[in-house]
């Protein structure tokens, strides 16, 4: 994986990002959590360290959006950072 500086802050992130809005199938589509989390897994075992996970997603006009920020929570918490 190549990294790059992320403008003057100083960290180094993937060149690869990882979209995340999709995690979790709650409107009808997506990913369900288990592939979620082998999706995610299998980037990071790669070398991503940048997530997106969207300012808005499907379910934000429909009530509390959670799911894929909850997903990606929970996935990303057993993975230390370097």
Excluded: H
């Amino acid at each position: 994986m190549k990294y790059r500086l992320l403008g003057k802050s100083g960290l180094r992130v993937s060149e690869a990002a990882l979209g995340a809005m999709t995690f979790g199938d709650e409107w009808g589509w997506g990913s369900p959590k288990a592939e979620a989390q082998k999706v995610y897994e299998t980037y990071r075992e790669a070398g991503g360290n940048f997530i997106d996970t969207a300012n808005s997603t499907p379910m934000a006009q429909a009530g509390p959006c959670v799911s894929s920020r909850q997903i990606t929570g929970r996935t990303t918490s057993r993975w230390e950072c370097p």
